[in-house]
């Protein structure tokens, strides 16, 4: 079997939910994300594909790691009922880097604001939940064990979830705002800039295009946070470059403005 009907068989036999399993496009670029995991390009992915649960993606990479298509290193990550694939030696790094400063910027959007603004990524709540998972994630990679996913549990109740997936999938910018307060934000018909990295996975004879990152910033705020996208895609050409499984890579922007926003 060639590299992507296997890849498409680890999708079929592990992510099926209910009689309903993984279309080949949607395998390919189910794999052609993970390869970009086990690669460094991006440091986790956010299983969003279908419903199926940690434990099934967890045996989709030990199925991935037996034909030897992916590093041993992969792990699953379970957060509130979330399934992320971590690369756990790029994850820890960027958390390190962010707790000595790293140039990432949290945009606060709060519902109660009249515009976004770019607040302390290192406040109390933030820098907490930073150590937490640090924490968590270092003390489960030393475990012999990995057959099951590393399930965060209780301490993730307390944390807002959309700045740290953010965090955790190496964006530039990460979203912010006081859940006990409101889930709701400041963001409706505010002009957004659309930021969207994009590759080609030539797996075989075919080659398939997927998209590897997509995240957006407050018009607004394009300024403030100018050297802090530069320095990301800087970084994302710089670890491109020392790999030859994606090729092509594209980075684009565009603006929209959305008469309703969900994090």
Not at 37 to 56: C, F, I, M, R
Not at 107 to 113: R, T
Not at 175 to 180: G, P, S, V
Request: overall charge negative; glycine content about 4%.
């Amino acid at each position: 079997m060639s590299s992507q009907e296997l890849f498409c068989a680890a999708a079929r036999k592990c992510l099926s939910v209910g009689r309903k399993s993984l279309s080949t496009p949607l395998s390919l670029d189910l794999a052609a994300q993970v390869l970009a995991v086990d690669l460094g390009l991006k440091p986790a992915l956010l299983y969003d594909v279908n419903s199926a649960s940690a434990e099934q993606v967890q045996q989709y990479l030990i199925s991935l790691q037996s034909a030897q298509l992916v590093s041993k290193s992969l792990l699953t990550l379970g957060i509130s009922d979330n399934a992320i694939i971590v690369n756990p030696a790029v994850v820890s790094a960027n958390l390190e880097q962010l707790l000595h400063g790293r140039d990432v910027a949290v945009i606060d959007v709060c519902h109660s604001l009249e515009k976004p603004n770019i607040t302390d990524p290192l406040s109390g709540d933030l820098r907490s939940m930073t150590q937490d998972l640090l924490f968590i994630l270092r003390g489960f990679v030393q475990l012999s064990e990995v057959e099951k996913p590393l399930y965060v549990g209780e301490k993730s109740e307390e944390w807002n979830l959309c700045t740290l997936f953010g965090i955790l999938l190496g964006y530039p910018v990460t979203y912010w705002f006081d859940q006990n307060k409101s889930f709701e934000n400041c963001l409706a018909m505010t002009p957004l800039m659309l930021t969207k990295a994009s590759a080609t996975w030539q797996a075989d004879t075919e080659g398939h295009r997927c998209c590897l990152y997509s995240f957006s910033i407050p018009a607004i705020l394009h300024e403030e946070t100018r050297s802090t996208l530069e320095n990301w895609s800087l970084r994302l050409r710089e670890r491109f470059q020392q790999q030859t499984v994606l090729r092509d890579l594209t980075v684009c922007q565009s603006t929209v403005t959305l008469p309703s926003v969900c994090l």
